[in-house]
């Protein structure tokens, strides 16, 4: 019987750690200078390198070709996604390639004379011959038909080049396939059973090891009986795979796990579990998603993609690893490789979340690139999701003193600390408990999810705030009641979403986490290269390891109800949350008014108020918001947020005058931004806590997060968090005071048209008839955004381009605080 050791990174590291930093609340500086740079999310970046170079946008696979001469890089974001050749000893851009669609499979041939590319969704393998450090015209080798015909999508590749053949595995049809390189047919295709990631030949060929991406294990195939002989358990998410040059131990990275399992491959048994965590720590949040071994196969470089990092360790003698150290990388690093005496990193998200200096740009349509949503011609604005360009970090092996020093830096750019108790510097009484297991005297929380809106879009005019009023399309003639929520409870001008998207927002918004599932492949649905909205719990493989806030409420024998969030019309798409939702409340649908999903929500409150079985935590999604932008005859983009304002007044005014209002606390924020302009960053967005025990007419400009207002209401609710980032997060608990103020709210009437309808018929409108506005996102809200501007400041206006913000903490500032501690 063997032992899995599980080797727990952080205790070693802790120690030796200097000072860790916990983020303060602080107003938000903007410089082009070098430093510590302040992510919205509250992590911070520090990326060691003597040198970097820009990639595309969302790297997800560098490889290394055979003869250590040649770079690639496969881009796969929202925009334009491409293939890069790069040269390794002078560590410069030799060729690029537009792909139309791309994911992740990446491989050189044996010679290095050819690359091979998945194609992404429309279900091909590319082939660049790679003469003359140039990448030629792409040969194909066909899968099958383009989506959404087929649904088959290519992910990890590998080539025997003797036999001719090509390996490449699936996340959709969940296969395996198997190619004649030089008929270009397809001799075979294996159902796996899981979404898979990668796939990795043994040196022998007669084995290829597959990440079950979506199953948790490693599918063993024969090559030689063209059959599935076995498989070994892993922990969650395993995807990529690296080995020992002489095939008998496999690393696979988990990245549900913050873990590397080490397969012995003869044994086929796990023979360690190495945490690659800061911490120990069995919370979610490193996303542990590639790896390389040095050339000596004695040090395992392993990437941490939201812990932006690398774990370094000790793996000269497999069974007995030993942890050596971080090293500090840009932001979402998504591939690592050594090569010499470098390890290359690929930063998925670059170096920060700089703002865009030149404004809106006249853009051509690259013509097979599907990029751009289609805008072409005229003023164009940058989208979010475009806005994240990869580096390509080129890092000497450090000696030990060096490691020692990354290693510092990596724990002072966390936030988290390991501790799930609360620094907290607010008043004695405070109603947010500072650690779980604390009473609170509010014992009712009310969560209101709405759709896609910035701060300056809403609360711009607001004299009170760090607004810039000439962004703000929706002022307080339309948005009445989120003016007065915000005067008479508290302003927060300094909030961010974790998301980029609703893809990721609703994850983000309800777990404090969007698995590297959803990182990883909402760009390419979003970019309308296929794909589904798979995000709101219709598919497993997206779900974070320990459920949503939801499974959190049901293992702790909480009473919740969910009306309309990861559920529509009487379906849930959880399994917690079947019996848990109200079956009247709608999911999105822009037809249906967010007053009547309250009239629903109130009927659905009044009968449980009645029979004193009010749950103890309530969803309630309010997403018109949203908008239908222009499309004739659906509601004008005014009556939309216009009718999303007073629905929010109507509730908070029917809880304020309940029974239970001395013992509640309303939570309302955005579940993403989405591309909305605001000075400040592209993450800022309105958010509101309205209770009789907020600190009334107040301003906070304390930086707060979407994971912040998850901590906090835990910490009411008596959970513990659900990842690193809400562990990590800042309660708000500056914004309550310990004596309640029972004053209820009395919501303002519109004073626009609710029933308004889009008449005219223009480039905008014509644009919105395309849309689909079937799902939140199904729309390309690059476009949406540009509409909804054009609405309210006319056809001809340019709308702003949205700003990303690089927050540098200064130094000076650094220290103040930490003499404050």
């Known amino acids: 019987m063997h032992t899995t050791h599980k080797i727990l990174f952080g205790c070693w590291l802790a120690l030796n750690a200097a000072t860790v930093f916990t983020t303060q609340a602080q107003q938000p500086v903007f410089t082009s200078q070098a430093g510590r740079v302040l992510l919205p999310n509250g992590w911070y970046l520090s990326p060691a390198g003597t040198n970097s170079l820009p990639l595309g946008d969302l790297p997800l696979n560098l490889q290394v070709s055979p003869n250590g001469k040649l770079l690639a890089v496969t881009n796969n974001g929202q925009s334009q996604q491409t293939i890069q050749l790069l040269d390794s000893k002078t560590e410069k851009l030799l060729d690029e390639k537009v792909i139309a669609k791309s994911w992740y499979g990446l491989k050189f041939s044996a010679d290095s004379k050819q690359l091979y590319a998945s194609g992404g969704n429309d279900n091909i393998i590319l082939v660049y011959n790679t003469a003359g450090n140039k990448l030629g015209p792409a040969d194909t080798l066909r899968l099958g038909k383009a989506w959404p015909k087929d649904k088959i999508s290519p992910t990890g590749i590998e080539l025997d080049n003797k036999r001719h053949l090509l390996y490449t595995v699936t996340k959709e049809d969940n296969s395996l396939y198997v190619v004649d390189t030089r008929t270009k047919a397809t001799v075979k295709k294996v159902a796996l059973g899981h979404e898979a990631y990668g796939c990795l030949l043994s040196p022998d060929k007669k084995t290829l090891y597959i990440s079950l991406w979506g199953g948790d294990k490693i599918a063993f ?6 059959q599935l002989t076995g498989e070994v358990a892993t922990e969650s998410h395993p995807n990529e795979l690296t080995q020992t040059r002489n095939g008998r131990y496999l690393f696979v990275a988990n990245a549900n796990d913050n873990s590397v399992s080490l397969i ?4 086929r048994k796990v023979l360690e579990v190495i945490s690659t965590a800061l911490y120990p720590t069995k919370l979610t949040g490193s996303t542990t998603n590639a790896l390389a071994l040095s050339p000596d196969e004695k040090t395992l470089y392993i990437a941490n993609a939201d812990n932006n990092c690398l774990a370094v360790f000790n793996v000269a003698t497999p069974g007995k690893s030993s942890a050596r150290g971080f090293i500090p990388t840009g932001w979402y ?3 690592v490789k050594a090569l010499g005496r470098k390890i290359l990193v690929a930063n998925g998200k670059g170096f920060s979340s700089l703002p865009n200096p030149a404004g809106p740009q006249p853009v051509k349509k690259t013509d097979n690139s599907g990029s751009h949503t289609g805008i072409t011609g005229q003023q164009q604005v940058q989208y979010i999701g475009s806005l994240f360009k990869g580096t390509l970090s080129f890092i000497q092996q450090p000696d030990e ?5 990354y290693s510092k830096q990596v724990y002072a750019n966390s936030p988290f600390t390991g501790q799930t108790k609360v620094k907290s510097t607010s008043e004695a009484g405070n109603p947010i408990p500072k650690q779980v297991g604390e009473k609170s005297p509010i014992k009712y929380v009310f ?24 962004l703000c399309i929706f002022p307080e003639k339309v948005s009445p009641n989120h003016h007065a929520l915000a005067r008479e409870f508290v302003l927060l001008d300094n909030f961010y979403v974790n998301a980029e998207v609703s893809a990721d927002g609703h994850n983000w918004s309800m777990a404090a986490y969007a698995t590297d599932y959803t990182e990883k492949t909402w760009p390419t649905n979003y970019g309308g290269r296929g794909g589904t909205y798979d995000y709101e719990g219709t598919r497993k493989i997206a779900y974070p390891r320990d459920g949503y806030i939801w499974d959190y409420c049901q293992r702790a024998g909480l009473s919740y109800r969910s009306y309309g969030e ?29 007053v009547e999903r309250v009239r629903i929500w109130k009927q659905d409150f009044d009968s449980l108020l009645a029979k004193g079985a009010v749950p103890q935590f309530s969803t309630i999604r309010l997403s018109n918001d949203h908008t239908s932008g222009q499309r004739k005859g659906k509601y004008t983009p005014i009556a939309a947020v216009a009718d999303n304002d007073l629905a929010l007044g109507q509730l908070v005014e029917h809880l304020s005058k309940s029974a239970i209002w001395k013992e509640t606390a309303i939570f309302v924020l955005e ?15 309105p958010a509101f806590v309205i209770s009789p025990y907020t600190r009334r007419n107040s301003v906070n400009h304390t930086l707060y997060s979407t994971s912040g207002i998850l901590r906090t209401m835990e910490l009411i609710l008596g959970l513990p968090p659900m990842s690193q980032y ?12 310990a004596t309640p103020t029972l004053t209820p709210y009395q919501a303002k009437a519109a004073r626009v048209n609710l029933d308004a309808r889009n008449v005219a018929w223009n480039k905008s409108a014509e644009k919105s008839e395309r849309f689909n506005l079937a799902n939140e996102d199904a729309i390309p809200d690059l476009e949406l955004n540009e509409v909804i501007w054009k609405a309210i400041k006319g056809e001809n206006a340019v709308a702003p381009a949205p700003r990303r913000g690089a927050f540098l903490q200064l130094e000076q500032k650094r220290k103040d605080d930490d003499d404050d501690d």
């Open 447 to 470: 969560y209101v999810i709405k759709e896609n809106r910035t701060y300056d879009q809403i609360l711009g005019d607001m004299p009170e705030g760090n607004g810039d009023s000439t």
């Open 264 to 267: 012995d491959t003869r044994a």
């Open 726 to 737: 809400d562990a990590a997060a800042l309660p708000l608990s500056d914004c309550f005071t």
């Open 566 to 594: 990861f559920a529509d019309n009487g379906k849930a798409t959880l399994k917690s949350l079947e019996n848990h939702i109200c079956p009247k409340s709608p999911g999105f649908n822009m037809d249906i008014k967010d």
């Open 333 to 335: 690093p998504t591939s």
């Open 401 to 405: 003193t060096q490691l020692t020093a």
């Open 221 to 226: 195939y024969d090559t030689q009986t063209g």
């Open 671 to 685: 579940d993403d931004a989405q591309n909305g302009p605001d000075h400040v960053d592209a993450h800022r967005s």
